[in-house]
């Protein structure tokens, strides 16, 4: 799994404030280098003991475990949500900047890897805990397909 698409998505909607081309460029570069970091790591997790596609379909995952990645996940709607609210709010900027097309196939990417991770909680977790999994991979679905009609053509 790769998190960049969701950085970048976060820096286009940052950089839209900026006033010229130029800034656009020199924002999107900067926040490039650090997204592009942060995937390397983020893709090295654990590097002693695997990748972290594997450390997300662990199994057995214990119902302490599911609980704290579970809880740990219930901020991600609110934090999707503010950033797709955000990308249909500067659409109108990214196609004056003619960046429209690249800030859509990177919120493809990003609702592709979203989904998957809701996905991924549901098989990934335990019996006891599969409601609160559901409920997350129901919002995060919810959430994409309002965006969707929204910022693609």
């Known amino acids: 799994m790769r998190f960049s698409s969701f950085l970048v998505l976060a820096s286009l909607a940052a950089s839209s404030f900026a006033t010229t081309v130029a800034d656009v460029k020199k924002g999107l570069d900067n926040l490039s280098a650090s997204a592009k970091d942060l995937d390397a790591k983020i893709t090295a997790f654990p590097a002693t003991t695997g990748t972290f596609s594997q450390a997300v379909n662990v199994s057995p995952v214990t119902d302490a475990d599911a609980n ?71 919002k995060f679905d919810k959430i994409l397909n309002d965006f969707e009609p929204k910022f693609f053509p």
């Open 68 to 138: 704290n990645v579970l809880d740990q996940a219930k901020t991600l709607p609110a934090l999707l949500q503010s950033i797709l609210d955000q990308l249909v709010v500067r659409k109108g900027d990214f196609k004056r900047l003619n960046v429209l097309s690249v800030a859509q196939k990177d919120a493809s990417g990003l609702g592709t890897a979203i989904r998957a991770v809701g996905a991924a909680f549901i098989s990934a977790t335990p019996p006891k805990e599969l409601a609160v999994a559901k409920d997350l991979k129901q």
